[in-house]
């Protein structure tokens, strides 16, 4: 935080080296003596403790129960439940919880034990708000143990319930919330503090520090070795980012392809392989501080990750000197002291922590001191020593413990969450189709990509396939479909790569064998060695014009894809790259063999189907032109044409009917009966929306801000209290339950045209 005499305080920068109680003592003092700070040696003072602390067990046990400092803990313990509270209403889902949790309706769940499931709902919402009441005496420090316990049982049920919700903030919330259960977060600024004066301000363990400031480092390192990936490095993981207008100020100087390949991911590689190591030396800390807030603040409008932002903003304060809340708000004025956190350096003694002997502090005895003199170890210390070094051995091994949970692994290693792979794979989904097969009469028919269930993710995990699969299959009997067959046949490209198969499209799901510690072996393997293909992509993106679309697929030997043609492509072909292919026109009954570089047109409003018939793996593309679209738009830029011709009054021939409502000022409503110029009229009041809102100022973005989150925890508090009232005296008459939903159901006055708008972005009404 600032630049001190090293014998006022010791300067230390590794996890269990932040402070200890002779800092404490001596921050009291005018002035440090001058040869306590020789009396130090170089790794003490930059780590913060003696090379003797690591020699033997007993020495290692009372470093990490050596005493610390409670405030940093205690400012991070009331952050931590402050953004917990608000993430139960918001990432959580307390405020759609009615949606997500339908009771009676057939819904496809993915918990990540087949057992759990999802009480009633209106005792879910009693769940979530036992665990918003438990992060709330986190924060206030209210019950402490208790409230602890309250949020992460409530919690981890809720992460279980549903693997396709995991991602890894979510998984290190739960983390967070299990060691502070564990920890003395209630020594400092606590309302437990206000009710037993005996630990008030009193000191706690080295190892509360330590456990969570290794958390963040391993959070930062993984992510930054997981990003040592080639797609990372290369550039192809998260290039849409680059066109985001958070990097224009780069790409004044820079090319986007540049910014992309420096700024998104070289800079993101850089920052999470140092971030960890930065943020424990004094000297380096302030440096990162600035880019790690500058980078927290950026994915907060990046992506939609909820409070993760915020509380990793939150945890940087943990890498500086345990006291600087009490040197912080020692600055404000008197009048407030009684509602701040405690400025005195004077913290109380703990059980919980290992005490020195009194020793002379003279330079002329520099030897560690006699056996005697040995700070007595109790058994709590030495459990919260072995449970530091065994949770952070886990937490270094869990990211690559993927070769035991073989049964998670698809393209990528393990469930999404908990491997701190963060944005190093990106995905598209070109083309999905469910098929089943009554198992009785052999009638096959489709059902809707997603049909029972709410969730995406499913379709790029074989372990939530197979559930999904058996969920299926205990559904369609119930519409005449007795002993059914799943087949998935999904197209997916993971960073820029070919669309391919991710699953065996002939394989029976139902029956399919899954075991979470075997390998999946109906799992198509990603074909890697088509890779570098991805450059010749961008050259053939590039020569092409703004109204030409294209699709890359490779397909392995034996498989077909059968696809329609929209009539709105009316100017598709397919271009082989790599391979031989046969193309069958389903209603012509005709087949066409294709060899590398040939390419034919395929009818539009049509089937056909592409057979891989090479050995190797076909690859191809689909070139097309939405005529529709693209008739479209000359439409629209006639249209604006005449429009400004009409305003600044260089149009001298009158306007048809049809074409009157071109000539309404801005802001009339007019009604317009050609389609043509009707969607023209929206399309250019959502643009003049859009762009007002681009550029509104600072205090109307964080009124709309405001405003939105008001109705979003309005409905989740409005619809709890309904839930508790139900299981209180039962439930209502069916009309005043209606009026109660409805009520919360309000939205903001600009819901309205937010709505509006949102039926109105792009071409949706073709």
Known sequence: METRDAAEVEPRGAPVGHDGEEHTANTLQAAPKKDESQSKSQMEKIFGFKKEDLTSWHNLVALLNRPTDPASLGIFRCLFGLLMAIDVTQERGLSHLDYKYLDGAPVCRFPLFNFLQP?????????????????????????????????????????????????????????????????????????????????????????NYTLLRTQIFIVYFIAGVKKLDADWVEGYSMSYLAHHWLF????????????????????????????????????????AFFFVSYFHCMNSQLFSIGMFPYTMLATSPLFCYPDWPRRFFAHFPAIFRTVLPLTAMNPQPSPSCVYKEPHSTSTEHQTPPPAAKAPKLRLKHKLGAIFTIVYVIEQFFMPYSHFITQGYNNWTNG??????????????????????????????????????????????????????????SQLLPSYNISDPEIYFDIWVSINERFQQRIFDPRVDIVKAHWSPVQPNVWLMPLLVDLSPWRTKFQEIEGSLDNQTEIVFIADFPGLLLENFVSEDLGNTSIHVLQGKVTIEVVEEKKNYTLQPGEQMKVPAGAYHKVYTVSED??????????????????????????????????????????????????????????????????????????????????????????????????????????????????????????????????????????????????????
């Open 415 to 472: 469930l999404y969450g908990y491997s701190w792979d963060m944005m190093v794979h990106s995905r598209s989904h070109q083309h999905v189709k469910i098929t089943y097969k009554d198992g009785k009469t052999g009638d096959i028919g489709y059902l809707n990509p997603g049909v029972f269930t709410q969730s995406r993710r499913w379709k790029d995990h074989g372990d939530m396939l197979k559930q999904y699969a058996t969920c299926l």
């Open 617 to 766: 793996p076909s690859c191809y593309m689909y070139v097309y032109v939405n005529t529709t679209e693209a008739s479209l738009q000359q439409n629209f830029t006639k249209l604006f044409e005449l429009q400004e011709r009409v305003r600044n009054g260089t149009e001298t021939n009158p306007l048809p009917p049809e074409l009157q409502p071109l000539m309404a000022a801005e802001g009339d409503e007019v009604n317009a009966t050609d389609p043509i110029v009707q969607l023209f009229l929206k399309r250019q009041r959502r643009m003049k929306e859009v762009k007002k809102r681009r550029e509104a100022g600072v205090l109307v973005r964080f009124e709309r801000f405001a405003v939105k989150k008001y109705y979003t925890i309005r409905r989740g508090f409005l619809m709890t209290a309904i839930a508790l009232r139900n299981l209180a005296v039962g439930l209502p008459p069916l009309e005043q339950l209606k009026e109660e939903v409805a009520f919360a159901n309000i939205k903001a006055p600009v819901g309205n045209q937010e709505e509006r708008l949102k039926d109105e972005v792009g071409h949706g009404e073709l």
């Open 248 to 287: 224009d100020p780069f790409k004044t100087i820079l090319p986007v392809e540049l910014v992309n390949l420096l700024v998104v991911h070289g800079g993101g590689l850089v920052l999470d392989l140092t971030a960890g190591y930065l943020l424990f030396f004094d000297a380096t800390r302030p440096t």
């Open 119 to 207: 009480l009633p709902l209106d005792w879910m919402y009693l769940v979530y708000v036992v665990m918003f009441l438990g992060a709330l005496g986190i924060m206030l420090g209210l019950f402490y143990r208790l409230s602890c316990l309250m949020f992460i049982s409530t919690y981890w049920y809720i992460f279980f319930l549903d693997k396709t919700a995991w991602n890894n903030h979510s998984y290190l919330y739960g983390l967070i919330g299990f060691q502070l259960t564990l920890m003395d977060g209630n020594r400092y600024w606590s309302v437990d503090g206000v009710r037993r004066p005996t630990i008030r301000n009193t000191h706690v363990p080295l190892w």
